[in-house]
T-cell receptor, first 111, second 113 residues
Framework: DVKVTQSSRYLVKRTGEKVFLECVQD?????MFWYRQDPGLGLRLIYF???????EKGDIPEGYSVSREKKERFSLILESASTNQTSMYLC??????????FGPGTRLTVT | QKEVEQNSGPLSVPEGAIASLNCTYS??????FFWYRQYSGKSPELIMSIYSNGDKEDGRFTAQLNKASQYVSLLIRDSQPSDSATYLC?????????????FGTGTLLAVQP
């Protein structure tokens, strides 16, 4: 079974804090993705990575950065959290040209 | 026009009936198609993938693909209250070295006991 884990299920941070969200997959997948999901807006891609140290911007990268130092781990960084970044954050991984598997999600609240 | 369109619902069906969920996509070069189920407060779970025209069956689920009409559907036979969830359609055209998926906004299915 594919397993994608995320560091926290629920997180509460203050405006201006630096926030790290971590994602780990155990299936040696090449591709990893970060999405956010908001009511009425669906899943929106923030960043993705197709190899170690490689990354590409998704549809809404502003205010976020990512790091992929090891194949199994993909981190999302909010440099200075803002209230409009309150959301459900979902990590996914996949083999090249294959279906994506999602982690359990992190519900982030920025106050 | 949105790249992947789904009726947001809610689609309400009685227990035991067939639920039919529909999805249209705009990019003719799309090559693979996926259905995800998402329970409230949970993450999406892959339930079906389909790559060629026709039907693909897996238990109570059947995915149907018609590339000429740019249409993919999911049928759920003998619907159960536990099938109540949001169903996301996702489409991939294998652009570049990655497989970015384009998601619809989902259809909320409510199965009435």
């Amino acid at each position: 079974d594919v397993k994608v884990t995320q560091s926290s299920r629920y997180l509460v941070k203050r405006t201006g804090e630096k926030v790290f969200l971590e994602c780990v997959q155990d299936m040696d997948h090449e591709n990893m993705f970060w999405y956010r999901q908001d009511p009425g807006l669906g899943l929106r891609l923030i960043y993705f990575s197709y190899d170690v140290k490689m990354k590409e911007k998704g549809d809404i990268p502003e205010g976020y950065s990512v790091s992929r130092e090891k194949k199994e781990r993909f981190s999302l960084i909010l440099e200075s959290a803002s209230t409009n970044q309150t959301s459900m954050y979902l990590c996914a991984s996949s083999r090249l040209r294959s279906e994506q598997y999602f982690g359990p999600g992190t519900r982030l609240t920025v106050t | 026009q949105k790249e992947v369109e789904q009726n947001s619902g809610p689609l309400s069906v009685p227990e035991g009936a067939i639920a039919s969920l529909n999805c249209t996509y705009s990019d003719r070069v799309s090559q693979s198609f996926f259905w995800y189920r998402q329970y409230s407060g949970k993450s999406p779970e892959l339930i079906m993938s389909i790559y060629s025209n026709g039907d693909k069956e897996d238990g109570r689920f059947t995915a149907q693909l018609n590339k000429a009409s740019q249409y993919v559907s999911l049928l759920i036979r003998d619907s159960q209250p536990s099938d109540s969830a949001t169903y996301l359609c996702a489409v991939n055209n294998y652009g570049g070295a990655t497989n970015k998926l384009i998601f619809g906004t989902g259809t909320l299915l409510a199965v009435q006991p």
